[in-house]
Nanobody
Framework: QVQLVESGGDSVQSGGSLRLACAASEYTDSPYCMGWFRQAPGKEREGVAGIDSDGNTFYTDSVKGRFTISRDNAKNTLYLQMNSLKDEDTAMYYC?????????????????????????WGQGTQVTVSS
């Protein structure tokens, strides 16, 4: 079972930057499907960014151009670079992972921005943005 540990959350002022990291305990033959999610108080968890086994990236509209998801497979680590932070980015941020599916001769990921697409979750790291 994959274990995920997030780090990098902090309190920053609006317009600032943070870099979140997620260390995974293992990878299979093909890199896991990975994603970042966030949940603000009183709101549902939402998908922020996802990355598939080939390194293709996906973002929710509200963070496009500001956030960048990346992975270092050699270190089993996922990152989320967050720039131009806004008050509405305040939330608990979670890292998630799912084994890819081998279909049509490729490893594939599905639902990278959907909570239901992931089986493994970290404990979360808090990001607070203030004006």
């Amino acid at each position: 079972q994959v274990q995920l540990v997030e780090s990098g959350g902090d309190s920053v002022q609006s317009g600032g930057s943070l870099r979140l990291a997620c260390a995974a305990s293992e990878y299979t033959d093909s890199p896991y499907c990975m994603g970042w999610f966030r949940q603000a108080p009183g709101k549902e968890r939402e998908g922020v960014a996802g990355i598939d086994s080939d390194g293709n990236t996906f973002y929710t509209d509200s963070v496009k151009g500001r956030f960048t998801i990346s992975r270092d497979n050699a270190k089993n680590t996922l990152y989320l670079q967050m720039n131009s932070l806004k008050d509405e980015d305040t939330a608990m941020y979670y890292c998630a992972a799912e084994r890819p599916q081998y279909m049509l001769r490729r490893w594939r990921c599905y639902g990278l921005l959907e909570s239901s697409g992931f089986s493994y979750w970290g404990q979360g790291t808090q990001v607070t943005v203030s004006s």
